[in-house]
């Protein structure tokens, strides 16, 4: 092959080998890498500042920026180990303190890990309450920015310590970030829990300065639980839904796919006696009217399910008595959600439920007229009717 066939094939060779070493020049082994797989957040109050010790205190102390105390959990490997291993925890929490920049205080927790943090992994993030308080957009911004990080992250907010929420010793799941998603998985059955509010729906919230219910989660001694919610406008929090509000509140959004109703058997004498409704198959349509003038909020709620419990001896069924049975179903759901509508309408003034979506569907230029207004004058102010219908399909036999 004579000189002048020679040059391009080496070149091509060249050209090949460059784009080899294109592709690993940064390569991050995975022995070198930190596993990141829970990061919580907390700010620090005023007084505890003055305990922050080192460079950490004069930067806080420098300057108005909010303080914040930043844990990160990270999986040790060699703590999944099968058995007959030595194993050992499966993970190890490190945290650091300084100002509301999360890629400062991911510098200074380096300076306490022996590997680089790496997010890629990241599966939850714990809010504490007073950085839910003062706003969560400035310290989730980088979260939502960085290509490396899953929209899919879990968000979660909690009364407690941030810290201790991330070192529960749970014997069923050794690492409280796999733990927590893990409980996310059981909402379809544990209508306690606001359904899981993750990484980019929130960032999309915000910037509607939409209302919304982010998960909380509590620290028990070897367990977590997951009830309640944090209730959001724009990225502050503003208050708190109770479990049973939380039931409530999947009820009026139609985000009950099985869920226990229980209420007083009819006829029973003595100590109380239930009947237990499990509810298999439920639709809830929300819509609104315009009745003389005045907004009216509608919620049709149906669910057809199966009578699993009757603590009353009588086996008898009658039309009368399941007729009975049903009005005493359909009242309870419909006292509780009217209830938490009318919380929502006189001490929160915040539409939780997406009634003004329908408004603006329905009725496009009402709406541009007063979206502006909408929580603060004619949510609160607006009409309320709740309809539910119950279909027993089963009643159960006893053996």
């Known amino acids: 092959m004579g000189n002048k066939h020679k040059k391009p094939m080496v ?7 460059s784009l080899a070493l294109a592709g690993c020049w940064d390569l991050w082994e995975i022995d070198d890498r930190g596993i990141v797989m829970a990061i919580g957040i907390e700010e620090i109050p005023p007084e505890e500042v003055l305990q922050t010790q080192g460079l950490e205190r004069q930067l806080i102390e420098s300057t108005n920026e909010r303080a914040l105390k930043i844990t990160y959990q990270f999986a040790v490997p060699s703590g999944f180990a ?8 499966a993970y190890v929490n490190l945290g650091t303190t300084a100002l509301s920049s999360e890629v400062r205080l991911r510098g200074l927790i380096s300076t306490q890990s022996s590997r680089k943090g790496d997010l890629t992994h990241l599966q939850a ?4 309450p007073e950085v839910c308080k003062n706003g969560i957009y400035c310290v989730l911004e980088r979260f939502i920015r960085d290509p490396g ?5 879990s968000i979660f907010v909690t009364e407690d310590d ?8 749970n014997p069923q799941e050794p690492m409280p970030a796999l733990y927590l998603v893990s409980l996310t998985d059981n909402e379809d059955w544990a209508n306690r829990m606001p359904p899981d509010m993750q990484l980019g729906e929130i960032s999309r919230r915000i910037r509607e300065n939409a209302v919304y219910v982010v998960p909380r989660v509590a620290a028990g001694e070897n ?16 208050g708190w839904l109770g479990e049973l509000e939380t039931n409530a509140y999947r009820w009026i959004i139609g985000e009950v796919d099985t869920a226990p109703i229980l209420v007083a058997a009819p006829g029973s004498k003595g100590p109380r006696r239930t009947e237990g409704y499990l509810a298999e198959n439920t639709q809830s349509i929300r819509s609104v009217e315009i009745v003389d003038g005045q907004i009216k909020l509608k919620v049709k709620i149906s669910t057809e399910g199966t009578l699993v419990e009757r603590q009353i001896k009588e086996v008898v069924w009658s039309n009368e008595a399941l007729a009975e049975v049903k009005k005493a179903l359909a009242n309870r759901v419909s006292m509780d959600t009217k209830v938490l509508i009318k919380k929502a309408q006189e001490e929160w003034r915040l539409d939780l439920f997406g009634f003004g979506r329908e408004v603006e569907k329905k009725y496009p230029q009402l709406w541009k007229e007063i979206k502006d207004e909408w ?3 004619y949510f609160p102010g607006a009409l309320v009717e709740v309809d539910v219908d119950v279909i027993i399909n089963r009643t159960g036999t006893k053996r």
């Not at 099968?82 to 925890?89: D, K, L, N, R």
């Not at 993030?125 to 504490?128: A, C, D, I, R, S």
């Open 11 to 17: 070149l091509l060779v060249l050209a090949l080998l």
């Open 82 to 89: 099968g058995e007959g291993s030595s194993g050992g925890p």
């Open 125 to 128: 993030v714990v809010l504490g």
């Open 149 to 153: 990080v899953r929209r899919q992250i």
């Open 162 to 169: 941030v810290a201790q929420v991330l070192d529960v010793n």
């Open 223 to 238: 367990s977590l639980k997951m009830a309640g919610g944090g209730i959001f406008h724009g990225d502050r929090l503003v």
């Open 375 to 377: 929580n603060n004058l």
